[in-house]
C-alpha cells in the first residue's frame, strides 16, 4: 500500500513537473534514444523514394493524345524512319514500346506483340525501382518502434530494480520516453511509407493499362489493311 502511495505521489509531482516545462520537438527525438538514428534514416529515404518514383511515373505517364494517330499517319505512308523519330522525341515507356514494335515490322506478327511486350515489362520494372524498399520501410518502420518500446520497458525496469524497490518516476522517465517515442516515430514514417507505396503502385497499374491499350492499338494499326 505504501508502494502505491509512493507512486501516487510521485505521479502527481512529475504531472506537476510537466505542467511548469514542456519538451520540445529536439528534446523528444533525443529522449527517444538511439533507435531515432535508424527511424531517421528512413524517414529521408522515405521521401527521397516517393518524391524521386512520383516524378519518374508523372513524367512516363505524360502522353500524347495525337502520338498514334501520326504513328498510324507515318507507317501508312511508309515512313517508318520518321515514326521512330517520334518515338525517340517523345521519349516515354509508350513510345520506346511502340519504337520496337516499329523496329520489326516485317516479321511475323507474333515476333512483333513479343518484342513490344519484353519492352513493356523492362518499363515496368525500371518504373517499380525503389518500391520494394519503400514496403519494407512500411513495414519495418513501426516494428523499429515497437523495438523501442520494449528497450525502453526493459530499460526503466533495471532502473527501478537498481533503486533497490523504491518507487522514483524521475528514474522511471527514460525508459518510458523511450518507449513512447519511439513507438509514434515508427508510426510516423511507417505510414506516410506505406500509404506512398500504394499510391505509386495505383499510378503504375494505370500506366500499365495505358500501355496495353496502346499496344493494341499499334498492333491493330499493323493489321489493318491499308486502304488509300
Do not use: H
Request: hydrophobic share 50%; aromatic share 8%; with cysteine.
Amino acid at each position: 500500500m505504501s508502494i502505491l502511495l509512493q507512486a501516487t505521489e510521485a505521479a502527481a509531482a512529475v504531472a506537476e513537473e510537466g505542467a511548469r516545462t514542456t519538451m520540445g520537438l529536439g528534446q523528444l527525438i533525443v529522449a527517444g534514444g538511439w533507435l531515432m538514428i535508424p527511424l531517421a534514416l528512413l524517414a529521408g529515404a522515405t521521401v527521397f523514394i516517393f518524391v524521386e518514383r512520383f516524378l519518374a511515373i508523372r513524367k512516363a505517364s505524360e502522353i500524347d493524345m495525337n502520338f498514334m494517330n501520326r504513328i498510324r499517319d507515318y507507317i501508312y505512308e511508309g515512313k517508318v524512319a520518321a515514326a521512330v523519330d517520334l518515338c525517340k522525341s517523345t521519349d516515354t515507356p509508350i513510345a520506346r514500346m511502340v519504337a520496337k514494335g516499329i523496329e520489326r515490322i516485317g516479321r511475323p506478327m507474333s515476333d512483333v506483340q513479343n518484342s513490344i511486350e519484353n519492352v513493356a515489362n523492362l518499363e515496368v520494372s525500371r518504373l517499380e525501382n525503389g518500391l520494394p524498399f519503400l514496403a519494407t520501410i512500411a513495414g519495418g518502420a513501426p516494428m523499429i518502434g515497437f523495438l523501442g518500446t520494449v528497450v525502453g520497458m526493459v530499460q526503466a525496469f533495471m532502473n527501478l530494480s537498481q533503486a533497490g524497490g523504491t518507487v522514483d518516476m524521475s528514474l522511471l522517465s527514460a525508459g518510458m520516453y523511450v518507449a513512447m517515442v519511439t513507438t509514434v516515430a515508427g508510426l510516423v514514417v511507417g505510414i506516410p511509407a506505406y500509404f506512398g507505396y500504394n499510391y505509386l503502385v495505383a499510378r503504375i497499374e494505370k500506366l500499365v493499362f495505358q500501355m496495353e491499350a496502346n499496344s493494341i492499338a499499334f498492333m491493330d494499326i499493323l493489321n489493318q489493311p491499308v486502304d488509300r
